[in-house]
T-cell receptor, first 114, second 112 residues
Framework: DAGVIQSPRHEVTEMGQEVTLRCKPI?????LFWYRQTMMRGLELLIY????????DSGMPEDRFSAKMPNASFSTLKIQPSEPRDSAVYFC????????????FGPGTRLTVL | DQQVKQNSPSLSVQEGRISILNCDYT??????FLWYKKYPAEGPTFLIS?????DKNEDGRFTVFLNKSAKHLSLHIVPSQPGDSAVYFC???????????FGSGTQLTVLP
């Protein structure tokens, strides 16, 4: 299995631009999670999906952030407009049944907003 | 307000010795705890977990201890190896909820 795939691995953009991060979960996994890692706050859960349906988006910092999961094999996290404080590493993870099942993380997308 | 705290951002240990990584939590509803390990430029990988009905879980060189009264858990690595050098995150969850709450991580460096 290829594991969780994220693209791009690195993204550098200018303030005000739209940024789209992509994730392909492991086939057969029912849950998909988006996390953000920063030095100050560590790993924060932004949103998670169960069977393509958003379950909890309380971690999304503000309306500039949106996430979609149009099908079981693809999810996007969009930031519009981007700001320098959005600079972080964004991870996607998936798990099969529940949080008590192991979450498998992708390699992350390092976002830099200038 | 962080519900899961790792107060030591870094720890250095000599190869062959014991590494002890600590984690404190404030939410008494947490009943499942996990440790993840993260190498640079990679995503975190699951290491070991423990349910609140236990106070110890062991897997090879890795042992997690849970002290519910103190709301404290620790990860012991014995013996430590240079390949264990990584960032270690503790995480916690509540019952059937799906979300994990992570700590900020501890960078472990095992010196040869």
């Amino acid at each position: 299995d290829a594991g969780v795939i994220q693209s791009p691995r690195h993204e550098v953009t200018e303030m005000g631009q739209e940024v789209t991060l992509r994730c392909k979960p492991i086939s057969g996994h029912d849950y998909l999670f988006w996390y953000r890692q920063t030095m100050m706050r560590g790993l924060e859960l932004l949103i998670y999906f169960n069977n393509n349906v958003p379950i909890d988006d309380s971690g999304m910092p503000e309306d500039r952030f949106s996430a979609k999961m149009p099908n079981a094999s693809f999810s996007t996290l969009k930031i519009q407009p981007s700001e320098p404080r959005d600079s972080a590493v964004y991870f996607c993870a998936s798990s099969k049944l529940a949080v008590t099942d192991t979450q498998y993380f992708g390699p992350g997308t390092r976002l830099t907003v200038l | 307000d962080q519900q899961v705290k790792q107060n030591s951002p870094s720890l250095s240990v000599q190869e062959g010795r014991i590494s002890i990584l600590n984690c404190d939590y404030t939410n008494s509803m947490f009943d499942y705890f996990l440790w993840y390990k993260k190498y640079p430029a990679e995503g975190p990988t699951f290491l070991i977990s423990i349910s609140s009905i236990k106070d110890k879980n062991e897997d090879g060189r890795f042992t997690v201890f849970l002290n519910k009264s103190a709301k404290h858990l620790s990860l012991h690595i014995v013996p430590s190896q240079p390949g264990d050098s990584a960032v270690y995150f503790c995480a916690a969850s509540v019952g059937s909820a799906r979300q994990l709450t992570f700590g900020s991580g501890t960078q472990l460096t095992v010196l040869p």
